[in-house]
């Protein structure tokens, strides 16, 4: 095979998590007095870190950040995470993958505790060699420098490796850590969003992503 390993993003590329996630902003912004006209404004949430998103796009910092950071963790943990499903064909495409031989990860911005959780609802969580995620207390955050704590940690050879991901913050992790990309179209992103980065395939289902590295 040309490539050897598949770093997955979570949001957006193996689960649809629209919901819990912009439910819980949207709990945390009114604890925070800010009103939500519509919970479909706060879509651009799912892909950057939260406390890049609440202080680009609200202007928080400092101790308003922290509590906006907290309040939105509060309905998370019990109830955002469960608002959650996995795209069509999702398991099926994991199963050809770890079948063929992938060795299979999974780097994402969202706590890893909350990342470990998901994958185990979903019982899935046995197809992954290794699951990253940023942790709760200022230490791994940014998207590039989780790939790279993948790469590094695994001992993963950047030029057989494929980062899967529906956001711009993906392809620029990728392109940082000099790792191939795949945009998964049917997230949260957009083809003028990902069409702007090196790419080896712009898919729009999970089937194609498997097909593609199937045939590889």
Known sequence: MKYNAVLFDLDGTLTDSFEGITRSVEYALNRMNIEVKSREDLRKFIGPTLRYSFAEFYGMSGEELDKAV??????????????????PDTEDMLK??????????????KPKIFVQRILE???IDKYFVDICGSDLVGGLQEKDEIMEYV???NNLDPNKTIMVGDRLFD????INNKTHFIGALYGFGSYEELSKYPNILLAETTTQIADFLCNE
Do not use: T
């Open 121 to 123: 609802h979903f019982k």
């Open 171 to 174: 392809a620029q992790g990728a």
């Open 96 to 109: 050809r993958l770890y079948e063929k031989g992938y060795k299979i990860f999974i780097a994402s911005s």
């Open 70 to 87: 907290n309040f939105y963790r509060s309905r998370y943990k019990d109830l955002g995470w469960k608002e959650n499903a996995l795209y």
């Open 151 to 153: 790469i590094k940690n």
